[in-house]
């Protein structure tokens, strides 16, 4: 079992960027699949992002080019780096890791950006 912990959600504006960090209770070996979500209110969990075995990532359309997904093994902590971010990127973010027991969700962490 492992338990994952968002931070670094926040209130930005238009333009602006965040780093979003989910820290797991232990080690993630490198082949498990690990993700970001975000559901915005009234509207389904979407993937925004995936980082996959060999560092495969992967990218939803609407943020591409400005989101980047990163992993520091010797932290156990995935990242979300998000640029240009833009009022439809508001959401609860969270990260989810696929191991072969089943998917791993954190809590969450709010992102408004607002003017």
Do not use: H
Request: proline content about 3%.
């Amino acid at each position: 079992q492992v338990q994952l912990v968002e931070s670094g959600g926040g209130s930005v504006q238009p333009g602006g960027s965040l780093t979003l960090s989910c820290v797991a209770s232990r080690s993630i070996p490198s082949y498990y699949t690990m993700n970001w979500y975000r559901q915005s209110a009234g509207e389904y969990r979407e993937r925004v992002a995936t980082l996959a075995i060999g560092g495969s990532e992967t990218y939803a359309d609407s943020v591409e080019g400005r989101f980047t997904i990163s992993r520091d093994d010797s932290k156990n902590t995935l990242y979300l780096q998000m640029n240009d971010l833009k009022p439809e990127d508001t959401g609860v973010y969270f990260c989810k890791v696929e191991t072969r027991f089943g998917p791993y969700w954190g809590q969450g962490t709010q992102v408004t950006v607002s003017s």
